[in-house]
């Protein structure tokens, strides 16, 4: 080693510098420093021994919640319902099948690498909303039938979300080509139906689905509350879809749509092999992101009286044989919408990350 | 001999593959569609509204609602017409609105701020705030609010008591109103005359800058202006401002300004719930400005505050206003979530006691929704012309 050749210098991490660096670089930042560390340090602390420290976790009554802290054996008591609403008992296992089937199909989405990730997925998107139609109300193969005013809880809720982001795709393809369309009728028509349905709140869609169908069909024809409710939410979450994909299509060149014609593709080839290939793969993070807002848009059922978790949560609060355990419910259902919303966000995130092809000049 | 004629023209295209016949054809096919449905839609309607014996037309908004609202910014009682609801109920929802808009936006700046901040302890509570509260549906949070924190609060008579004027209970907020006496007009057009001087000051500043490179500083002198101007008036006038203080009388407090608790809920809960999306839209329209500019002000000499308010902000509000825009649409919107905890905004009001009591389905869901969808074309509108008027100025 000769005398000019000089070491990099070392990248020793040292925690002193790093607040130096980090909490205290100027005044004002080592005062914000103390003031915001000063409340955290006296919130945790109450914030701590409510959740675990005083909390009862053990017993079966409202009067074994006997320390100063969160009552979490009410969360305990009522997990049944709080998952299956008003399923019954002895047919919960048709319930728990799905779910299995659910995490086989898209846990090992968030996995790289894992084997045949791709057809499970596939598999989530036709086969198992076929089975899920067959199973959940039962009625056929000698299953016995369950209402679907029976259905409720948090699998009331994963039911509203996957239907409706599986029926509003399609019908947001469609209405995203119909808006981009060379036709001004058709074009028309999708701006005016995608314009009106962004433009009203969910809830008064869901109140017009309640009171207003029945009013709309013919006589005799009736759907339950729980379908009209899912045309609501469909008819309203695709205009939405619609606006995402029509983000894709302009995102792709011109030179693609007249790389195609060149071919001598039609409309319908051009676009299914050519252009939404791509388009969709574009705005799966968008895609992702209407599903994580329509999944917790799917609460608001309760207001025209079906049970969703939240709604199963809340009717629990109210009741009079569990006084004073409504923080400890709202916790658990926010404990469970943010574990299905962060878990989701984050891995359309990443797949932005993967998926970037460098589409940006 | 038979005559056998051969066709030697080149075979034209048939008339289903000329993509002006198709489109033709398609879009008669769509709009036939369309109509077909509309009409089936009418005839099924008016014939189930005829055999359930439900009248049609606006005649109802004249009928006597009586039904009591609990919060009204328009005078109303019960013997007053449907009509007259639709008013108390619109005029909530702009009211939460409003309110709703004005702490998002400073809430959410500041958040959006805080997440870029050097200090790491900041920036980390902000990162957890908006990871938590935007995953979590709004409606959980309303209830939150509503039942598990207002509804806990002290009776009237153990209420929370800050400084002997303002009061909180179970029952709402109660804050001093204020009430104008004579010669407050005084006041009111000292006010207009410092807003005047203002807007005249900057144009002068501008001109004298333009003309001879000076800056004067328009916002410290203007600022003085606002708040001196109408100070010395207001004392000039002999004070003509008198405070309502709410007092309890009985069982409850009286006077003064009252926020019911469902309106603070929704309000805290919309507020809080939008300022985490704004936040990410102000942090991702801060980092989109490139650090050459900064770069580039500063080398020109240009101190941090100027730096900030004539390149960095300029550039990053092109970035956020397309999606604060929907944001404050998606507040408006989400405020129709009163319906959960009775406050009276037009859907609860309107969509819901209105219609159960006339029946009329068609015309009060037709009224609810045309408001709204004016709502979103209003604010649309408003922002799309502030919009170009910030846009990037092109040959």
New interface residues.
Partial sequence: MTESTIKAPKKAFSPLKWMKQHLFSNWYNTLLTLVVGYLLVTSIGPLLNWVILDASFQGSEPSDCTGAGACWLFVNQRLNFFIYGFYPDELQWRVDVMFLLLAVAFVPQFIENFPGRKWLGIFGMTGLPVIGYFLIPGGTFGLEEVESTKWGGLMLTLILAYIGILASLPIGVVLALGRRSEMPMIRGLCVIFIEVWRAVPLITVLFMASVMLPLFLPEGMNFEKLARALIGITLWQSAYMAEVIRGGLQAIPRGQYEAADALGLGYWRKMGLVVLPQALKLVIPGIVNTFISLFKDTTLVLIIGLFDILGTVQSTITDPAWQNVAVEGYVFVAFCFWIFCFGISRYSQNLERKLDTGHKT | MKKQTVDTRPAGPKPWYDPRVR?IV??VI??SL?FWAGWT?VD??L???E?RGISTGFGFLNESAGFGIIMHLVPYDATMSYGRTFWVGLTNTLLVSVMGVVAATILGFILGVARL??????AK?ALVYI??IR??????QI??WY??VLS?LPSPRQSVDVGGTMFLNNRGLYLPEPLTQDGFGLVWSSILIAIAAVVGLRIWAKRRQLATGQIFPTFKVGVAILILLPLISYFVAGRPLEWEIPALKGFNFGGGITIIPELAALWIALSLYTASFIAEIVRSGILSVSKGQTEASKALGLPNGLTLRLVVIPQAMRVIIPPLTSQY?NLV??S??A??IGYPDL?AVF?GTT?NQTGQ??EV?AM??AV??TI??LISLFMNIYNRAVAIKER
């Fill in positions: 489109s398609f879009q769509a709009l369309v839609l099924n309607t014939s189930n509204m055999s901040s050097s200090n790491w302890l900041v509570i990871e938590v995953n979590i549906p709004l409606l959980l209830f939150f039942f598990a806990n649409l919107k989400n129709s979530l319906t959960a859907v969509m219609l389905a068609v869901v609810t929704m709204y969808l979103s074309l």
